[in-house]
Structure formats: C-alpha cells, structure tokens
C-alpha cells in the first residue's frame, strides 16, 4: 500500500511500466557494452598504430643502415688519390712483401670475358688500363670489370701516337675522354682512376719529350701514371707461344720483390689467355700475392 502511494505521488508522465523499466534497461546494457567494445577497439587501434609507428621506424633506420652500407661500397670503388696514394705510387717497385699487380692494356675486346672469368675462378682482381675507343664498343664489359672488383685505369682513347702525343693537352684531352667513357659505362659519374699509363710507357721513344711535358699536366690534375718493371711479352712479337710468354715472366719477374706485370687484353692476345693460368700459377709458386691499384690509389 505504501509502495502504491509513493507512486500515486509520481507524475502520470514519469510512470514507467515493467516492459518499459526492461527495456531501459537493456539500453543501458547496450550502451554500456557498446562504450566498453569502443574503449577495446580504440585501445587495439591505438596500439596497432603504436606497433605500426614502431615498424615503420624500424623499416626506415634498417633502410637507412642499407643505404649507408651501399654508399659506403659505393664510395671504396671509387678511387681516390690522396698523399698516401701518391706515396704508394712512388714506392710502387718496392715492397717488404712479394705482391704482385696483373694489368692488361689495350681492352676490352671479346678475350676480356675470358680473362675475366681466369681471375674469378681463381679469386684474382687485376688492373685493366683501357682504350677508351674500345669502351665504347664494349662498355658491358667494362661494366663487369667493376661490377668484379677489378680496377679500371686509363690508357686514353686511341692508342694512336700522332694524335696522343700532339701536344701535352692532347694527353689530358685523352685522359679525360676516356674516363667520361668508362663513367657512362659503369653508370658512375664520380668515378676516376687517377691513374694513367702512357701507350709506349713513359721512357724515351720519339715523343720523350711530350710525354714528360704530359707527366707534369697530369700531376697537376691529380694523375698519377704508372709503367711496369716485368712483363709476358706479348707485344714482342706477332705470333708468341704460350712457352714464349712462360719465359718472359720467367726472365723478367726474377727475383724482384714487387712486380707490376704488363700484359694485354686486345683483340689479337689470344695466347695471352691461354697463358694466364700458367703465369698464375708460376707466380703462386713463387710466393706472390696478388694485387690491384684500388690496394694503392688510396
């Protein structure tokens, strides 16, 4: 009766009925439940953005430490003459080691592949001084020279000695176009040798003169230039046997300390690839370890 009074005295408009109290409070349940899972999905949001943001900053310093590493490879092929490069050059013929430096002039041509594929097998990096005439009939071999880790220096562009030695300038001129060749070969255009051999080598001949006069010009554009103290004899004669070029390894080698070896890679140096192996060999036997100028220019 009490209970009956107490709502006698509640408003007609504010009387709620038992299906009606129900079903606030179901609403109520619901909106609840319904704040509850939105506060859980949030929370999953927000530490699904927490875990991406964390993923995302990972990526990006992994991504960076790839890029640092790729420049930092990028950087050690591309020669860089400083003075202790300059120092090394003008000791180049001397050593308390016995090293030795395979080089080849006058590439590419098509017995460079070949030569390429001796010094993989046999985990060899030589010095190819190319022609820049011949880079730009055979720039994907230069390419694989780089891509192997050999090092690629400068003969200049036509190996033709009237036109070479004009002048000091024309050897520059030379130097320079070649070396453009060789960047668009590579696909590197920070990419310098600074590192020149004269056709003919640098002593005496004809053009002496102009040639010493060139030495000056190239020093002073930061180029070194380098000859050779040993050599297989291919350029000796028209027609040398693999035992010709056995001997004159033999013979020039000796018992010298630090060999620069001159060989070629031109397109008549068939017998200079048939060779290899043996001159290889030879110099194992002898105690040699084996070199290029990326150990030099520095």
Same mark, same amino acid.
């Given at each position: ?7 006698? &005295?509640? =408003?007609?408009?504010? /009387? ?10 179901? !609403?109520?349940? +619901? ?22 943001? +964390? ?12 890029? @640092? ?11 860089? &003459? ?8 003008? $000791?180049? *013929? ?14 590419? #041509? ?5 030569? +390429? ?18 880079? @730009? ?14 090092? !690629?220096?400068? $003969?200049? *562009? #036509? ?7 004009? #002048? ?20 590197? %255009?920070?990419?310098?040798?600074? &590192?020149?051999?004269? =056709? ?16 000056? &010009? +190239? ?5 070194? $230039? ?16 693999? @035992?010709?070029?056995?001997? /004159?390894? %033999? ?9 620069? !070896?001159?060989? $070629? ?29 990326? @150990?030099? !220019?520095?």
């Amino acid at each position: 009766m009490k209970e009956e009074k107490n709502m006698s &005295l509640v =408003p007609a408009k504010f /009387r709620f009925t038992t299906k009606e109290k129900t079903l606030m409070i179901v !609403i109520i349940v +619901l909106m609840i439940v319904g704040i509850v899972v939105t506060w859980i999905n949030c929370a999953k949001i927000m530490k699904a953005n927490a875990e991406y943001k +964390l993923a995302y900053q990972q990526y990006q310093e992994a991504l960076a430490k790839e890029q @640092e590493e790729l420049e930092k490879k990028r950087q050690e092929k591309l020669p860089k &003459l400083t003075e202790v490069g300059i120092e090394n050059m003008n $000791h180049i *013929y001397s050593s308390d080691t016995k090293r030795v430096f395979l080089t080849f002039d006058d590439g590419p #041509s098509s017995n460079t592949n070949q030569i +390429l594929d001796i010094l993989n097998e046999r985990g060899i990096k030589a010095t190819f001084f190319v022609l820049g005439s011949n880079v @730009e009939k055979k720039p994907e071999v230069v390419k694989r020279m780089y891509d192997e880790g050999h090092f !690629i220096a400068n $003969h200049g *562009y #036509s190996h033709v000695y009237e036109a070479i030695y004009q #002048s000091p300038q024309a050897v520059l001129d030379e130097y320079n176009k070649c070396n453009q060749l060789v960047r668009e070969a590579i696909g590197e %255009q920070e990419y310098n040798s600074h &590192l020149f051999r004269f =056709p003919g080598g640098l002593a005496g001949g004809k053009y002496a003169d102009i040639k010493n006069q060139a030495n000056d &010009l +190239l020093s002073q554009n930061n180029i070194v $230039h380098v000859d050779w103290n040993a050599l297989n004899g291919d350029s000796e004669t028209t027609s040398p046997t693999i @035992e010709y070029e056995m001997q /004159r390894i %033999q013979e020039t080698v000796g018992d010298k300390q630090s060999v620069v !070896i001159l060989m $070629h890679d031109a397109q008549a140096k068939k017998v200079t690839v048939e060779a290899l192996p043996g001159i290889i060999d030879y110099l194992k036997g002898q105690g040699y370890e084996f070199k290029n100028f990326y @150990e030099i !220019i520095k």
